[in-house]
């Protein structure tokens, strides 16, 4: 690999690493500036607005079978994804769902065998169980509970956003297409899921301040919009374990502004957890090389 092409790759992995180091800022905003007991609403208000602005901006629409793949991923990764993580959420302590959520780079790894016929590897496995422990130490607490219905939800969840992100690496993007488009339709199509059960089950919020409107654009242009374009940009380009462990960083950055603005202490084992779960970030961007046998190790058979 020459330098420009090393270069190239760094910048690559470090923007698509925004999208999930942005996604760790939703809960401070969720709990400092929304209205309180409406997390659907919040997903519908991060999804179905910012999926409809880049319809707008891109003036593309699906084609052809992309309508119902755009429909599977944009369920798959947005609109099961949103409602599952806040089942989750409300039943469980916060590093519980935290610590579910960080197994996906395991489910990513494992589905790239099946769906995308990469071959195991057991160093993206190692790294992920070690990734998936830092978590652990950095957000699990003595008082963790644990709820079936909510283990049950925080493990769909994330099977339902590592399938997602494999099909989305599977099925590639149209050609012409951008990310920012791809985004578009997932955005749009996990929104109008949302759209019946947000308000079957919760309705709108009763009041909406400024403070409220502030966190609900920051969720739907910098949090869904912006993120998703850098995420889906990085899923078409990099490998997708690749990708997949990035996601760490969304627990990482939660626990981070928990200890700065919200006086969340951490202590000697949290920092453990967190050189843990970053060295597993970088190692999850390096594929080991394969050992080449020299000239006399090959069988003569092998020899044209």
């Known amino acids: 690999m020459n330098a420009n092409l090393a270069r190239g790759t760094v910048g690559l992995i470090l923007a698509t690493a925004l999208a999930p180091a942005v996604w760790g800022t939703t809960y401070v905003v969720t709990t400092e500036l929304l209205p309180a007991g409406h997390p659907l609403f919040a997903g519908l208000a991060r999804a179905l607005p910012a999926g409809l602005l880049a319809l707008a901006l891109t003036r593309t629409l699906p084609r052809g079978s ?6 599977v991923l944009g369920t798959l990764n947005i609109g099961a994804f949103f ?16 610590t579910l959520g960080a197994a996906q780079p395991l489910l990513v790894a494992a589905l790239a065998v099946g769906l995308l016929r990469e071959r195991p590897s057991t160093w993206r496995f190692a790294w992920g169980l070690v990734g998936l422990l830092g978590v652990a130490l950095v957000v699990l607490g003595p008082a963790a509970g644990f709820d079936s219905v909510g283990i049950v939800a925080g493990l769909a ?24 488009a791809l985004a578009g339709w997932q955005l749009t199509a996990g929104g109008l899921v949302l759209l019946p059960v947000t308000f079957a089950v919760e309705g709108m919020p009763e009041a909406v301040d400024g403070g409220a409107m502030l966190g609900y654009g920051w969720l739907g242009l910098v949090g ?9 940009r990085g899923i078409s380009r990099l490998p997708v374990a690749s990708v997949a462990v990035l996601g760490l960083l969304s627990p990482l950055v939660a626990a981070t502004l928990g200890a700065v ?10 920092l453990v957890g967190f050189a843990l779960a970053l060295a597993s970030i970088v ?6 090389r394969r050992p080449v046998l020299p000239a006399s190790a090959v069988p003569a058979t092998a020899v044209r």
């Open 66 to 71: 992309w309508w119902w793949r755009a429909a």
């Open 83 to 98: 409602p599952l993580l806040f089942v989750a959420a409300e039943r469980l302590p916060g590093g519980v769902a935290a």
């Open 157 to 180: 969840g994330t099977a339902s956003m590592a399938l997602g992100v494999t099909l989305t690496k599977r099925w590639g993007r149209p050609v012409g297409v951008g990310p920012t």
């Open 224 to 232: 869904g919009l912006a993120a998703y374009v850098l995420w889906f």
């Open 261 to 270: 603005l919200l006086d969340q202490a951490l202590g000697a084992v949290q």
């Open 283 to 288: 190692a999850g961007q390096v594929a080991p």
